[in-house]
């Protein structure tokens, strides 16, 4: 996604114009769902990011945290993906400038997956900058874990209620 200076507005970006979109210095978001080898190297050509950052992108298990590299600031953030028939965790990595942000994670996410349609309808938090929309997804992973912890304490309960209710 790209910010378009003159009407303020988020668009989808073609990658094939994503070369173009960066060096003229445009704010943009870039999203990767299952990163390979290609665009691994294709994120070094376009932002020059750090070898050992573009090394943690392929690999899910490493630790959570967070690193700078020159300009550059990465974080790994550990994030729970609640789906009715499916509860897994993944890493979602995040290179962050004050003109870009690239996220790249190995499975979707429902937090990235809302921020997409919020960009998509021209109300996405890159219109208030890059580190605004890196604080956003940030933010709905965490209330994703707020939602687990919550539901887990609801069954907890109900499993207590059951326990001890008189018979």
Do not use: M
Request: glycine letters at 6%; charged letters at 35%; hydrophobic letters at 40%.
């Amino acid at each position: 996604f790209v910010l378009d200076e003159g009407t303020r507005r988020v668009i989808r970006l073609d990658p094939e114009e994503l070369e173009e979109t960066v060096a003229r210095g445009r704010r943009v978001w870039v999203d990767v769902l299952s990163p390979g080898k290609d665009d691994i190297g294709r994120l070094k050509d376009l932002f020059h990011f750090h070898d050992l950052a573009l090394e943690d992108v392929l690999n899910n298990d490493v630790r959570p945290k967070q690193e700078t590299y020159d300009e550059v600031l990465f974080t790994v953030f550990g994030c729970i993906n609640l789906n009715p028939d499916d509860l897994y965790t993944i890493n979602l990595k995040l290179f962050l400038t004050p003109k870009y942000l690239v996220t790249a994670h190995c499975k979707p996410l429902k937090t990235v997956r809302t921020a997409i349609r919020n960009a998509e309808k021209g109300r996405g938090g890159l219109v208030k900058g890059t580190d605004f929309l890196y604080y956003r997804l940030l933010d709905g992973v965490i209330d994703q874990y707020l939602d687990f912890t919550d539901d887990f304490e609801d069954g907890i309960s109900d499993i207590e209620k059951a326990i001890f209710a008189e018979r």
